[in-house]
């Protein structure tokens, strides 16, 4: 049995003072696209009177440590007529930063003792408050999710805020914020609850999803935390508008493509209650249709068979396959995708420290640029004879790496990719390029 760990430390203020009752939290990092971080609470605890906490019986594995003087469990039993109530904080990460990308990852070996404190910074905090109507009667809509979440292309998730409408009203409220950027996003729940009219008794499963789920009216809007409360903000909830686009292929028809059906194009929203589009099929000719889109910071995802690759995307004439951008409001240009057959392949082979092949070990190949593109990491398993074959790849430098034990999609990580970096296997590949390469296991102890 492998003997967990502790972490232990103490939560105090900038003054020294020890804050009373503040939950410590365990996160894992989890990855469900490069780029896209959540954290999962893996445990937590509350300071006592002198500022103190522990965690025990840890897992071993990487995590980080969230303090957050505002969260408290809802249930009152046990606790002091004379407890105080911590003064609110904004949410802080060890060793004492907002920012994810500057937190640090505390490795928790089996049997370790660790000790990790924190220092709170006074900060003043915001309120904001307004209310959701519906754009085309005024009037407040029936109860409405809002959502608050940092406005930073690839932000964690989990580090929003919700809460609902008052049904009355429309009104909303957030308190303790800290200054920052935000988007705010209003989703109306779907009405599961609406009968079928007898005029759409004929419409398809995925026409009725659209309407119930994907269609649903919502608001979003960026906003500056900074100086003062925010009053009377009122967030508009309309439907969304249809971005129209194009897919062709280099040098052939696109319907001449085995498998082009299967093509389908999205866009993954980088803020907080981001409205996913239903999945259309695209006419042999390449043309397609985003629907219900709304204003926001985007990543352009492209689904395509295993012998082609993207090679363009632009959006009125802005390359949009490389980085996050944005959608202001409808748009006239057309969305044009360049997809080429001239994809390369890597037939490798791998082996362990004695030259033995090792069958069932996934395979990840890691572009050198470009590393929150999904399409550019790919992998596969190796077989009995410790063989593997990725196709479809673009013309570029990466890196194979095959790791003999690692979280499911740690590789997502850049943090992860970095203690690696030199245990990979280089690799370039042309244009239509066929390579054959032998890669190292990198043992679990490393």
């Known amino acids: 049995m492998i003997p967990g760990g502790t972490i232990s430390g103490r939560v105090r203020d900038d003054g020294g003072e020890p804050i009373t009752g503040a939950r410590v939290e365990l996160l894992r990092a989890t990855y469900v696209r490069p780029g896209k971080r959540d954290f999962r609470i893996a445990g937590s605890a509350l300071t006592d009177d002198r500022g103190e906490y522990r965690l025990y019986w840890i897992t071993p594995g990487r995590y980080y440590l969230k303090v957050d003087s505002q969260s408290r469990p809802g249930n009152s039993a046990g606790r002091s007529d004379n407890e105080v109530a911590p003064k ?8 004492g930063t907002a920012d994810p990308d500057k937190a640090s990852v505390i490795a928790v070996e089996p049997g370790a003792d660790l000790a990790a404190d924190f220092v709170l910074a006074s900060q003043r905090l915001y309120r904001i408050r307004g209310k959701v109507i519906d754009a085309r009667t005024s ?39 800290p200054p920052g950027l935000y988007w705010l996003s209003a989703t109306m729940e779907p009405n599961v609850d609406a009968p079928i009219t007898p005029n759409t008794t004929s419409v398809s499963v995925a ?45 052939r028809e696109l319907a001449t493509i085995n498998g ?39 990543r352009l995802m492209v689904h395509v068979p295993r012998d082609l690759y993207v090679k363009d995307a632009r959006l009125d004439g802005a390359d949009v396959i490389n980085e996050f951008f944005q959608v202001s409001g409808p748009v006239s240009g057309i969305l044009e995708i360049v997809l080429s057959s001239r994809a390369g392949q890597i037939n490798g ?19 050198d640029r470009f590393r929150d593109r999904a399409d550019l990491i790919k992998t596969a398993v190796t077989d009995k004879d410790g063989r593997f074959t990725i196709r479809g790849i673009p013309p570029g430098e990466y890196k194979i790496f095959a790791w003999e034990a690692i979280e499911q999609f740690a590789y997502f990580d850049p943090d992860v990719l970095r203690q690696f970096e030199q245990l990979g296997k280089a690799v370039s590949i042309p244009e239509s390029g066929k ?12």
């Open 88 to 95: 609110p904080y904004p949410p802080t990460l060890y060793p």
């Open 139 to 177: 009037q407040p809509p029936q109860i409405t999710e809002v959502r608050l979440g940092p406005r930073q292309p690839g932000g964690f998730s989990n580090f929003s805020r919700s809460t609902v409408t008052n049904p009355t009203n429309g009104n909303f409220e957030f308190r303790d914020i």
């Open 349 to 367: 082979t791998l082996v362990n420290e004695k030259s033995q092949p090792v069958p069932g070990i996934e395979a990840v190949m890691v572009p």
């Open 260 to 298: 082009f059906e299967t093509i389908h194009v999205e866009l993954a929203s980088a803020g907080p209650g981001g409205h996913e589009q239903l999945p259309r099929p695209m006419s042999a000719d390449g043309a397609f249709s985003l629907d219900n889109v709304f204003s926001g910071e985007y």
């Open 435 to 446: 390579i054959t390469l032998e890669v190292k296991l990198i043992p679990a102890q490393q």
């Open 207 to 251: 026409d009725l999803l659209g309407a119930l789920v994907f269609s649903r009216p919502a608001a979003h809007a960026a906003i500056d935390v900074s100086g003062s409360d925010i009053e009377n903000l009122v967030l508009p909830m309309t439907r969304g508008f249809s971005i129209r686009g194009r897919v062709r292929v280099e040098d």
